[in-house]
């Protein structure tokens, strides 16, 4: 008997001990879930609304958060730490967005009530935040760090730094009013300015520039090339199918297209008439205003609009039914920049993709056999293609001025043409370069 009730003790002193790890389990399990919920809109509020400029969605998200872990005082399902950053990340969206600056300041000093060692985010912080911060820090009794070189106040006996008596805590400094004359010099790079009347956004969203390319065309390997059809309705027609035309080196057409007869093209042996190699030619060179608009601190849609040179020089493929722009470009491009909020870094990798209408042309040297000449001639073959192009790119966007509103763009890019009426589909690269400046 006596065995049995030790047997029966034991059974209940092991329920009692699993009740209890459960007990205790449980709430910790249900904290670590609030937490994550709450780190969740802590972070989008901030690296995504904030630094977007949407202040009023961001101070929603952090006020949830808030809510989500509980009152300050009793039972709280967030960690001091935790608490301390929300209160102060909202401070932040308050002060900066400039939403209600005494709140910030209220949510500062509640941050530092929570948790004293809670501090600043140096991607956030500017020096309008820090003096707002240090404004808390003396409501909430907490001694303000001293400026280089000065003394810091110490107790007795060497006991380190004191916090000072309230009645000898001196003013905080004016602050400015909200949007008059802030200067968007004092944000680091990254963090939001003021975005109301009279102040600088975080970032210049308008860039206005110009620009230079040039590339290199992929010829395709053509014989003949200045033959011409010699008969029929299209008897004026290149022979080829190539998008070849070709001129002599002063820029007429050859062979001559103004004799009804065409006795130039029948003077052009057979087999000798221009034949083309397949290979990389330089080509056109671009010139060109350009237009952008930050959608973001990543995104940039834009235009450019300029002028072609070293086109081909006569007006014969227009009359072949060739579509041609010269000297005319046009695009449209959507530019990528790579990393955190880098429109506003000093160096961001950059990649676009474009698509417009332009010229796309180059010539070679082509030696031609006429039946009548004791040598053979020299002239010039242009391949003519266009004008509706893509194109994609990369590069290095370089940022200069104390506002980061000056930006060169270095960079390559790959064309290819789209088969229009008698256009080939051709391939060019090159190099570009523009220089922006933003508003």
Not at 62 to 70: S, V
Not at 408 to 421: D, E, F, I, K, Q
Request: hydrophobic share 35%; glycine share 10%; aromatic share 6%.
């Amino acid at each position: 008997m006596r065995a049995r009730r030790g047997a029966v003790r034991n059974g209940l002193l092991a329920i009692g001990f699993a009740a209890s790890i459960s007990v205790v389990s449980s709430p910790a399990r249900a904290q670590n879930k609030v937490e994550q919920q709450a780190r969740t809109l802590q972070k989008k509020a901030i690296e995504e609304d904030y630094l977007s400029t949407e202040f009023s969605k961001a101070e929603d998200r952090l006020n949830k958060a808030i809510n989500l872990c509980g009152p300050a005082s009793g039972e709280s399902k967030c960690s001091a730490q935790l608490r301390a950053q929300l209160r102060r990340d909202l401070g932040v969206v308050q002060i900066g967005g400039q939403i209600d600056r005494e709140k910030g300041i209220a949510n500062f000093a509640e941050a530092l009530r929570i948790d004293p060692n809670v501090a600043l985010d140096p991607d956030t912080r500017t020096s309008d935040l820090e003096q707002a911060f240090d404004t808390a820090k003396r409501k909430a009794g907490i001694a303000v760090s001293a400026p280089p070189g000065a003394s810091p106040a110490s107790g007795p006996s060497g006991a380190g730094p004191q916090p000072l008596p309230r009645e000898l805590v001196p003013p905080p400094p004016p602050q400015a009013k909200p949007g008059a004359g802030s200067d968007s010099s004092d944000c680091p790079p990254g963090a939001p300015c003021d975005t109301k009347a009279g102040s600088q956004p975080a970032f210049p969203r308008v860039w206005i520039g110009a620009g230079l390319g040039f590339e290199f065309l992929q010829l395709p390997a053509g014989d003949d090339v200045c033959k011409l059809n010699g008969e029929g309705s299209n008897k004026y027609a290149p022979k080829n199918d190539k998008g070849y035309y070709c001129t002599t080196p002063d820029g007429s057409d050859y062979p001559t297209r103004s004799d009804p007869a065409l006795r130039d093209n029948q003077k052009l042996v057979e087999g000798k008439a221009g034949k083309v190699e397949s290979g990389l030619l330089p080509a056109n060179l671009r010139v060109w205003l350009s237009f952008d608009y930050a959608l973001s601190a990543n995104f940039l849609l834009g235009a450019r609009l300029g002028l072609v040179l070293r086109t081909y020089p006569g007006s014969e493929p227009k009359k072949d039914g060739h579509v041609t722009l010269a000297p005319f470009h046009l695009e449209a491009r959507l530019t990528y920049l790579i990393g955190k909020n880098a429109i506003t870094q000093t160096v961001a990798p950059y990649v676009f993709v474009a698509s417009g209408a332009s010229q796309f042309d180059a010539k070679v040297e082509v030696p031609v056999r006429e039946n009548d000449a004791p040598a053979p001639r020299t002239v010039h073959a242009w391949e003519i293609a266009g004008p509706w192009f893509v194109a994609l790119g990369a590069g290095a966007r370089i940022t200069f001025g104390e506002r980061k509103n000056l930006a060169l763009l270095l960079g390559a890019r790959g064309n290819l043409t789209m088969p229009v009426a008698k256009s080939q589909v051709v391939p060019s690269f090159g190099p570009e370069a523009n220089f922006q400046v933003g508003f």
